[in-house]
């Protein structure tokens, strides 16, 4: 509300109907209310006497103007959860207390930024208010135990109600906040306290007003956000006639709204108020209220706190940060975007995520030369703790496209396209990513992050602390260029995963009958295939690390012979794959990639066929370009030396190698089960042209559906073919169906 003649423009309701002329010819109330002032006590900034009045200097001006006997209200959040009102709680009581007080006020709402605040700070303004005769109310607050002090301090649910004399008769003050609210208040602020449904705690203490004397009762109402106009309208439409307060003015509701007729004829009014302003209405029958505006010299009680606040102002704007020297311009949101990425350096995270409400518009935005403790102080004002999670890459992903997204700055996770992208790195649904947020958020704060996170204090300190010691260690150059950067990091990936399958035959079948279930072989057959990842990704380099070990057995006893124990599988494979990212700015998934890779092939024991009389010891060291496709896929096209080590005069050959791979990845989904498949196929072909060429083809594809973490149920193919030159091809494949226990772990390293 800017002005009177805006008010009146956004009338949505005429005068209301039917008013009698009993009503019309009640002495008159003046009421004057302000609103929203939200801790703005004083310039943010050292100042010289004189010159420190900020918000909370024009509207006690404002407030002081008419009439003495004039009724004066505040309807929420005066203080709200500022660290200027901690200060100037914390060391400056008496004087504060003496400044509201000189303002006129008589009671003032509880609102859920007031709420949000250090409780003890609450308590403490409480108690010395009404010492001095002004009221802090929140009518529809219950307490517990824990929270029996600020249901002491406050006039509660349980207490009598406040009414306030004036010449017109008693003015009955009720104040409520939506039980929603909570959601915005940090988890330990919220400890211990309850909030009524507000139409029945409004309808009650209506009641109990006017039979305490109240000719009127004015209603203050802090509504659930998102929607506010429509719980207010449905919260007022609730109450029962006899139960209506005579006005109700409504925080936050959106749009332009200035005042509403609830329906046709009623007796009751509803007017929006507006931050940091005072206005002015009559009862009964109010009206649109006029803004009064500030007026006159302040009052002696108000220089004289402005004068103590401010010489503290002054000792903590002069403290220098030495980490705090800026290069240039810092607006809101660059500072949200140093503290996130104070908050991921700090606690080694990849995301941080905080809500946008935690950050506040400071005057002193945009921010210039330096960042003092004071624009620290301003713009965080929430005493909160950090949490870490780590949080699977799905969730993150719903986190991220949820509509509650919108609430939140985050950084580590930007849009590449209709995908997304971790530090510069696709996102991978099956992975997990280490996030740190506030308290506030990992309590489910404005929507939170997403439900069943379980998330770990770390650290002894808030955003707000944190940031001040960062910025207090000295460093050269833009403050903001400091912190560590994951997306120039290495981020290591360890997997592992072993598949087992066990075959068991035991036959007793002494008379010699015929049954198939009793003439058939006996046997065993046992085969394990493990796989090993240590993958290392950069921006600039991937760095790929796989060691595979497949051991298996198998025996056939029949009537007539027994086989003894035969290995059926025996093979040990590393691989380590070095592709450089750093030629391509644009990178696309036809740039080629140069690639080294070294690759070494072995076995635990010699055959025992006598089929030769070397160990197989083979290493493939080659070169090349990759190309990385879509779903984490990779194409790679190279050449080098094959070399069968231990083989008696055996030379190292030329080989061209080329392969195709899909790491494990998720496929599709049976319900809420992710059905994993992973890919490798490779063609090598040595000597190439040469009359002594071959060519050796490898596949291995593995189809994994979950039981429960960590074990699934897997379906394995492998494929080893060769051929000579004129001779036939060479084939074993095998089949094969077992259990798969799956391991898998992601570390962030922040250093080099």
Not at 13 to 33: D, M
Not at 428 to 453: H, K, M, N, P, W
Not at 518 to 541: C, F, I, K, N
Not at 584 to 608: A, C, G, I, K, M
């Amino acid at each position: 509300m800017t002005h009177s003649r805006r008010l009146a423009a956004l009338l949505l309701g005429g005068l209301l109907f039917g008013r009698s002329a009993s009503a019309q010819e009640a002495p008159t109330a003046r009421l004057i209310v302000s609103a929203g002032l939200q801790g703005d006590l004083a310039r943010l900034a050292c100042a010289p006497q004189g010159q420190r009045a900020a918000g909370f200097a024009a509207v006690v001006r404002a407030l002081r103007q008419g009439p003495a006997d004039a009724v004066r209200l505040d309807a929420g959040d005066l203080f709200g959860a500022s660290a200027l009102s901690h200060l100037a709680t914390r060391d400056h009581l008496p004087a504060l207390v003496e400044a509201v007080v000189s303002s006129g006020l008589r009671a003032l709402a509880v609102g859920h930024r007031d709420l949000g605040g250090d409780r003890a700070d609450l308590v403490a303004r409480a108690r010395a208010l009404e010492a001095r005769g002004v009221h802090s109310v929140l009518s529809n607050l219950r307490c517990d135990d824990e929270a029996r002090a600020l249901c002491d301090a406050v006039v509660d649910a349980g207490d009598a109600p406040v009414v306030i004399p004036s010449p017109a008769g008693g003015v009955g003050v009720v104040a409520l906040m939506a039980p929603a609210s909570l959601r915005s208040v940090a988890h330990d602020q919220a400890a211990g306290v309850t909030l009524t449904a507000p139409e029945e705690a409004l309808g009650r203490a209506t009641l109990a007003a006017r039979a305490a004397g109240a000719r009127y009762v004015v209603a203050f109402y802090d509504p659930e956000w998102p929607g506010t106009l429509t719980d207010t309208v449905r919260m007022v439409r609730a109450l029962p006639r006899d139960q209506r307060p005579d006005v109700v003015f409504a925080q936050d509701l959106s749009g332009d709204l200035a005042t509403l007729e609830v329906e046709r004829g009623a007796a009751l009014r509803v007017f929006a108020t507006e931050p940091r302003r005072v206005v002015e209405t009559t009862l009964p029958a109010p009206a649109t209220p006029t803004v009064v505006e500030p007026a006159g010299d302040q009052p002696d009680a108000l220089t004289a706190f402005h004068n103590d606040f401010g010489e503290q102002l002054c000792r903590l704007g002069g403290e220098v940060l030495p980490g705090a020297t800026l290069a240039r311009p810092l607006d809101r949101d660059g500072f949200t975007r140093l503290l996130l990425d104070v908050m991921r350096e700090s606690a080694q995270a990849e995301v941080a995520v905080i809500n946008r409400g935690a950050v506040r518009p400071i005057p002193t935005f945009p921010l210039a030369g330096r960042i003092s403790r004071l624009d620290v102080l301003g713009a965080l004002p929430y005493d909160d703790t950090l949490r870490v999670a780590r949080v699977k890459g799905e969730a993150l992903e719903a986190f991220m496209r949820s509509a509650s997204a919108a609430r939140f700055r985050v950084r580590g996770v930007a849009e590449d396209g209709s995908s997304l992208l971790v530090n510069g790195r696709p996102l991978e649904s099956d992975q997990e990513y280490r996030v740190v947020t506030s308290g506030f958020v990992a309590d489910g704060g404005d929507g939170g992050i997403g439900e069943d996170l379980e998330f770990e204090t770390w650290g002894a300190v808030g955003p707000r602390d944190l940031l001040l010691a960062w910025l207090a260690v000295p460093r050269e150059g833009d403050v903001t260029d400091a912190p560590v950067d994951p997306a120039q990091r290495t981020r290591w990936t360890f997997r592992g995963f072993i598949d087992a399958s066990l075959a068991q035959t035991t036959i007793a079948n002494s008379p010699n009958y015929q049954d198939p279930q009793l003439a058939r072989s006996q046997g065993t057959a046992l085969q394990v295939d493990a796989e090993m990842h240590a993958d290392a990704e950069q921006p600039r380099y991937t760095f790929e690390n796989i060691l595979r070990l497949r051991l298996g057995y198998q025996q056939t006893i029949d009537a007539g012979s027994d086989s003894g124990l035969l290995k059926v599988a025996d093979l040990i494979a590393l691989r380590d794959h070095f592709a450089w990212r750093g030629l391509w700015r644009n990178r696309r998934w036809f740039s080629p990639l140069p690639y080294v890779e070294s690759y070494l092939e072995s076995e635990f024991t010699p055959p025992d066929n006598n089929t030769r009389d070397y160990h197989h010891l083979q290493w493939r060291p080659t070169g090349g370009v990759r190309f990385e496709l879509p779903r984490r896929a990779n194409l790679n096209v190279g050449a080098g030396v094959d070399w069968e080590s231990l083989q008696p005069g055996a030379r190292p050959r030329a080989v061209v190698v080329l392969r195709g791979e899909l790491p494990a990845t998720t496929l599709f989904h049976i319900q809420d089960r992710d059905v994993e498949g992973q890919l490798f196929t490779e063609l090598a072909l040595r000597e190439p042209g040469a009359s002594t060429s071959e060519s050796i083809v490898r596949l291995n594809a593995r189809l994994s559906v979950p039981l429960f973490e960590p074990l699934a149920v897997t379906v394995s193919y492998d494929l080893f073919a060769r051929q000579r030159v004129d001779e036939p091809w060479a084939v074993s494949h095998d089949v094969n169906l077992g259990l798969r226990l799956d391991l898998l772990r992601t570390l962030q390293l922040f250093s080099y």
